[in-house]
Protein backbone atom coordinates (compact mmCIF):
# COMPACT_ATOMS: atom_id res chain seq x y z
CA UNK A 1 0.00 0.00 0.00
CA UNK A 2 1.62 3.41 -1.20
CA UNK A 3 1.88 6.09 1.47
CA UNK A 4 2.57 9.92 0.73
CA UNK A 5 6.29 10.53 1.69
CA UNK A 6 7.72 14.16 0.82
CA UNK A 7 10.15 14.72 -1.77
CA UNK A 8 12.65 18.15 -1.57
CA UNK A 9 13.08 19.93 -5.06
CA UNK A 10 15.66 22.78 -5.96
CA UNK A 11 14.13 26.57 -5.68
CA UNK A 12 13.54 26.86 -10.08
CA UNK A 13 15.41 29.87 -9.51
CA UNK A 14 18.52 29.31 -9.01
CA UNK A 15 18.31 26.03 -11.72
CA UNK A 16 17.06 29.17 -14.07
CA UNK A 17 20.73 30.71 -13.63
CA UNK A 18 22.38 27.98 -14.22
CA UNK A 19 20.02 27.09 -17.31
CA UNK A 20 21.00 30.46 -18.85
CA UNK A 21 24.49 29.94 -17.93
CA UNK A 22 24.05 26.47 -20.04
CA UNK A 23 22.82 27.99 -23.36
CA UNK A 24 25.12 30.76 -23.30
CA UNK A 25 28.15 28.38 -22.94
CA UNK A 26 27.02 26.32 -25.57
CA UNK A 27 25.73 29.22 -27.94
CA UNK A 28 29.57 30.61 -27.96
CA UNK A 29 31.13 27.14 -27.94
CA UNK A 30 28.76 26.62 -31.24
CA UNK A 31 29.82 30.44 -32.53
CA UNK A 32 33.86 30.25 -31.25
CA UNK A 33 34.97 26.27 -31.29
CA UNK A 34 34.94 25.78 -35.09
CA UNK A 35 37.41 28.63 -35.36
CA UNK A 36 39.88 26.48 -33.27
CA UNK A 37 42.96 23.51 -33.47
CA UNK A 38 40.29 21.22 -32.51
CA UNK A 39 36.30 21.92 -33.98
CA UNK A 40 35.45 18.05 -33.18
CA UNK A 41 36.02 18.67 -29.80
CA UNK A 42 33.99 21.84 -29.41
CA UNK A 43 31.54 20.94 -31.03
CA UNK A 44 30.88 17.91 -29.36
CA UNK A 45 31.03 19.87 -25.71
CA UNK A 46 28.56 21.95 -27.45
CA UNK A 47 26.04 19.59 -28.36
CA UNK A 48 26.73 17.64 -24.27
CA UNK A 49 25.90 21.42 -23.19
CA UNK A 50 23.06 21.40 -25.74
CA UNK A 51 21.91 18.78 -24.36
CA UNK A 52 22.49 19.76 -20.39
CA UNK A 53 20.38 22.52 -21.30
CA UNK A 54 17.43 21.32 -22.55
CA UNK A 55 17.09 18.76 -19.77
CA UNK A 56 17.67 21.09 -17.17
CA UNK A 57 14.63 23.00 -18.78
CA UNK A 58 12.60 19.79 -18.52
CA UNK A 59 12.93 19.86 -14.77
CA UNK A 60 11.44 23.33 -14.39
CA UNK A 61 7.73 22.79 -13.03
CA UNK A 62 5.45 25.02 -10.54
CA UNK A 63 3.63 24.51 -7.99
CA UNK A 64 0.66 26.57 -6.98
CA UNK A 65 -1.18 27.17 -3.42
CA UNK A 66 -2.87 23.86 -2.12
CA UNK A 67 -1.53 21.98 -5.00
CA UNK A 68 0.81 19.02 -4.75
CA UNK A 69 3.06 17.43 -7.65
CA UNK A 70 3.62 13.50 -7.25
CA UNK A 71 7.26 12.27 -8.45
CA UNK A 72 7.35 9.37 -10.28
CA UNK A 73 10.65 8.04 -11.69
CA UNK A 74 10.04 5.41 -15.18
CA UNK A 75 6.83 4.03 -12.99
CA UNK A 76 8.30 3.99 -9.66
CA UNK A 77 6.98 6.72 -6.85
CA UNK A 78 9.72 8.75 -5.58
CA UNK A 79 7.51 11.34 -2.80
CA UNK A 80 5.34 14.42 -2.95
CA UNK A 81 6.08 17.99 -3.33
CA UNK A 82 3.76 20.54 -1.62
CA UNK A 83 6.50 23.37 -1.52
CA UNK A 84 4.40 26.52 -2.87
CA UNK A 85 6.51 28.70 -6.31
CA UNK A 86 8.85 27.56 -9.06
CA UNK A 87 10.36 24.79 -8.41
CA UNK A 88 13.22 21.80 -10.16
CA UNK A 89 13.32 18.35 -9.84
CA UNK A 90 14.65 15.75 -12.02
CA UNK A 91 14.17 16.41 -15.85
CA UNK A 92 13.20 12.35 -15.57
CA UNK A 93 10.45 12.96 -13.50
CA UNK A 94 6.78 12.77 -14.29
CA UNK A 95 5.19 15.17 -12.57
CA UNK A 96 1.54 14.47 -12.01
CA UNK A 97 -0.74 17.97 -10.43
CA UNK A 98 -3.26 17.14 -7.82
CA UNK A 99 -5.55 19.69 -6.20
CA UNK A 100 -5.49 19.74 -2.41
CA UNK A 101 -8.22 22.29 -2.22
CA UNK A 102 -11.60 21.13 -0.20
CA UNK A 103 -14.38 20.28 -3.34
CA UNK A 104 -18.03 20.10 -3.14
CA UNK A 105 -19.76 16.72 -4.44
CA UNK A 106 -23.57 17.42 -4.99
CA UNK A 107 -25.46 14.20 -5.49
CA UNK A 108 -28.03 13.18 -7.46
CA UNK A 109 -31.36 12.42 -5.86
CA UNK A 110 -31.79 8.97 -5.28
CA UNK A 111 -34.95 6.86 -5.06
CA UNK A 112 -34.17 4.32 -1.93
CA UNK A 113 -36.44 1.89 0.37
CA UNK A 114 -36.58 3.33 3.75
CA UNK A 115 -36.41 0.99 7.05
CA UNK A 116 -40.11 0.14 6.76
CA UNK A 117 -40.17 -0.07 2.56
CA UNK A 118 -41.62 2.97 2.06
CA UNK A 119 -40.14 4.69 -1.39
CA UNK A 120 -38.39 7.90 -0.77
CA UNK A 121 -35.79 10.98 -2.07
CA UNK A 122 -32.71 11.46 -1.20
CA UNK A 123 -29.91 13.49 -1.96
CA UNK A 124 -26.66 14.24 -0.37
CA UNK A 125 -23.59 17.29 -0.18
CA UNK A 126 -20.25 15.75 0.36
CA UNK A 127 -17.41 18.59 0.89
CA UNK A 128 -14.23 16.44 0.89
CA UNK A 129 -10.22 17.20 -0.16
CA UNK A 130 -6.97 15.22 -0.86
CA UNK A 131 -5.41 14.67 1.66
CA UNK A 132 -2.75 11.62 0.86
CA UNK A 133 -1.55 11.80 -2.66
CA UNK A 134 -0.08 8.60 -2.97
CA UNK A 135 -3.23 6.73 -1.90
CA UNK A 136 -5.60 8.87 -4.35
CA UNK A 137 -3.57 8.10 -7.11
CA UNK A 138 -2.25 4.32 -6.84
CA UNK A 139 -4.88 2.87 -4.21
CA UNK A 140 -7.92 3.44 -6.78
CA UNK A 141 -8.02 4.10 -10.64
CA UNK A 142 -10.36 7.14 -10.75
CA UNK A 143 -10.24 8.98 -6.86
CA UNK A 144 -13.13 11.28 -8.25
CA UNK A 145 -14.96 8.92 -9.74
CA UNK A 146 -14.82 6.47 -6.91
CA UNK A 147 -15.78 9.46 -4.31
CA UNK A 148 -19.20 10.12 -6.46
CA UNK A 149 -19.89 6.04 -6.25
CA UNK A 150 -19.30 5.36 -2.73
CA UNK A 151 -21.02 8.63 -1.97
CA UNK A 152 -24.14 7.26 -3.65
CA UNK A 153 -23.45 3.63 -2.18
CA UNK A 154 -23.26 5.28 1.38
CA UNK A 155 -26.74 7.72 1.13
CA UNK A 156 -28.45 4.55 -0.14
CA UNK A 157 -27.07 2.57 3.00
CA UNK A 158 -28.01 4.95 5.90
CA UNK A 159 -31.53 5.51 3.96
CA UNK A 160 -32.35 2.08 4.27
CA UNK A 161 -31.23 1.51 7.42
CA UNK A 162 -33.71 3.99 9.59
CA UNK A 163 -37.24 4.84 8.73
CA UNK A 164 -38.15 8.17 7.51
CA UNK A 165 -41.06 9.04 10.07
CA UNK A 166 -41.86 7.34 13.56
CA UNK A 167 -42.27 7.67 17.03
CA UNK A 168 -40.47 10.40 18.82
CA UNK A 169 -38.09 8.06 20.51
CA UNK A 170 -37.26 6.68 17.58
CA UNK A 171 -33.95 7.54 15.16
CA UNK A 172 -35.70 8.83 11.74
CA UNK A 173 -34.55 10.09 8.71
CA UNK A 174 -36.67 13.60 9.34
CA UNK A 175 -36.54 13.72 13.07
CA UNK A 176 -32.84 13.31 13.81
CA UNK A 177 -31.35 14.90 10.96
CA UNK A 178 -28.12 16.46 13.13
CA UNK A 179 -27.08 12.88 13.88
CA UNK A 180 -28.04 11.42 10.60
CA UNK A 181 -25.58 13.68 9.10
CA UNK A 182 -22.65 12.42 11.65
CA UNK A 183 -23.52 9.17 10.52
CA UNK A 184 -23.25 9.67 7.48
CA UNK A 185 -19.78 11.86 7.38
CA UNK A 186 -18.26 8.74 9.46
CA UNK A 187 -19.47 6.35 6.63
CA UNK A 188 -18.15 8.08 4.18
CA UNK A 189 -14.87 8.59 6.25
CA UNK A 190 -14.48 4.58 6.13
CA UNK A 191 -15.22 4.33 2.87
CA UNK A 192 -12.89 6.83 1.10
CA UNK A 193 -10.07 6.78 3.77
CA UNK A 194 -8.54 4.39 1.51
CA UNK A 195 -8.32 6.53 -1.53
CA UNK A 196 -6.66 9.21 0.70
CA UNK A 197 -9.83 11.27 1.21
CA UNK A 198 -10.57 13.25 4.08
CA UNK A 199 -14.50 14.43 4.29
CA UNK A 200 -14.62 17.78 5.50
CA UNK A 201 -18.58 17.49 5.91
CA UNK A 202 -21.42 15.46 4.47
CA UNK A 203 -25.49 16.50 5.26
CA UNK A 204 -28.71 15.69 3.45
CA UNK A 205 -29.73 17.95 0.90
CA UNK A 206 -33.17 16.76 -0.04
CA UNK A 207 -35.45 14.17 1.80
CA UNK A 208 -39.27 13.75 0.76
CA UNK A 209 -41.33 10.86 0.28
CA UNK A 210 -41.51 9.67 -3.26
CA UNK A 211 -44.19 10.60 -5.93
CA UNK A 212 -46.25 7.83 -5.74
CA UNK A 213 -46.73 7.98 -2.04
CA UNK A 214 -46.26 11.48 -0.81
CA UNK A 215 -50.24 12.56 -1.18
CA UNK A 216 -50.71 9.34 1.05
CA UNK A 217 -48.33 10.20 3.34
CA UNK A 218 -49.29 13.54 3.80
CA UNK A 219 -52.55 12.64 4.39
CA UNK A 220 -51.49 10.40 7.20
CA UNK A 221 -49.11 13.33 8.48
CA UNK A 222 -52.07 15.71 8.95
CA UNK A 223 -54.58 12.80 10.60
CA UNK A 224 -51.27 12.22 13.09
CA UNK A 225 -51.38 16.40 13.89
CA UNK A 226 -55.07 16.58 14.14
CA UNK A 227 -55.03 13.67 16.74
CA UNK A 228 -52.58 14.81 18.75
CA UNK A 229 -53.95 18.51 18.62
CA UNK A 230 -57.31 16.94 19.85
CA UNK A 231 -55.50 14.79 22.66
CA UNK A 232 -54.01 18.52 23.85
CA UNK A 233 -57.36 20.10 23.47
CA UNK A 234 -58.84 17.35 25.70
CA UNK A 235 -55.94 17.52 28.12
CA UNK A 236 -56.68 21.23 28.28
CA UNK A 237 -60.09 21.14 28.75
CA UNK A 238 -60.53 18.13 31.25
CA UNK A 239 -57.84 20.43 33.43
CA UNK A 240 -60.08 23.56 33.23
CA UNK A 241 -63.30 21.82 34.01
CA UNK A 242 -61.36 20.15 37.20
CA UNK A 243 -60.02 23.83 38.52
CA UNK A 244 -63.46 25.50 37.70
CA UNK A 245 -65.34 22.91 39.61
CA UNK A 246 -63.00 22.99 42.16
CA UNK A 247 -62.86 26.88 42.71
CA UNK A 248 -66.50 26.63 42.81
CA UNK A 249 -66.46 24.26 45.40
CA UNK A 250 -63.70 26.21 47.44
CA UNK A 251 -65.94 29.44 47.53
CA UNK A 252 -68.90 28.24 48.04
CA UNK A 253 -70.99 30.49 45.74
CA UNK A 254 -73.34 27.20 44.20
CA UNK A 255 -73.85 23.78 46.01
CA UNK A 256 -74.51 21.36 43.00
CA UNK A 257 -75.56 17.76 43.30
CA UNK A 258 -74.00 15.18 41.17
CA UNK A 259 -76.99 15.80 37.43
CA UNK A 260 -76.17 19.36 37.86
CA UNK A 261 -72.19 18.86 37.84
CA UNK A 262 -72.39 16.13 34.96
CA UNK A 263 -74.90 18.96 32.92
CA UNK A 264 -71.64 21.62 33.43
CA UNK A 265 -68.92 19.52 32.66
CA UNK A 266 -70.85 18.51 29.51
CA UNK A 267 -71.51 22.13 28.56
CA UNK A 268 -67.69 23.19 29.13
CA UNK A 269 -66.30 20.70 27.39
CA UNK A 270 -68.42 21.26 24.59
CA UNK A 271 -67.50 24.90 24.51
CA UNK A 272 -63.88 24.28 25.23
CA UNK A 273 -63.48 21.49 22.32
CA UNK A 274 -65.53 22.71 19.94
CA UNK A 275 -63.67 24.13 16.69
CA UNK A 276 -66.33 26.70 16.44
CA UNK A 277 -67.37 29.56 18.83
CA UNK A 278 -70.12 28.43 21.20
CA UNK A 279 -73.62 29.74 20.89
CA UNK A 280 -74.75 30.02 24.35
CA UNK A 281 -78.77 29.64 25.17
CA UNK A 282 -80.27 30.87 28.17
CA UNK A 283 -81.96 27.81 30.04
CA UNK A 284 -85.08 29.96 31.86
CA UNK A 285 -86.40 26.80 33.24
CA UNK A 286 -84.33 23.83 35.52
CA UNK A 287 -83.06 20.69 35.67
CA UNK A 288 -85.64 19.26 37.76
CA UNK A 289 -89.40 18.73 37.38
Not at 145 to 172: C, F, I, K, M, N
Not at 202 to 209: E, F, P
Request: hydrophobic share 50%; charged share 20%; net charge negative.
Amino acid sequence: MHKEKSQPVATGWAMLVLDILLWLACALTFIFGPATAAPGLWVTLGTLLLIAAVLCILGFFVVNPNEAAVLLLFGAYKGTCKQNGFRWANPFFKKIKISLRARNLNGEKLKVNDLSGNPIEIAAVVVWRVVDTAEALFEVDDYEAYVTTQSESAVRHLASAYPYDGEETELTLRGATDEINLRLEKELQERLRRAGVKVVEARLSHLAYAAEIAHAMLQRQQASAVVAARQKIVEGAVGMVEMALAELSRAELIHLDEERKAAMISNLLVVLCSEHAAQPVLNTGTLYQ
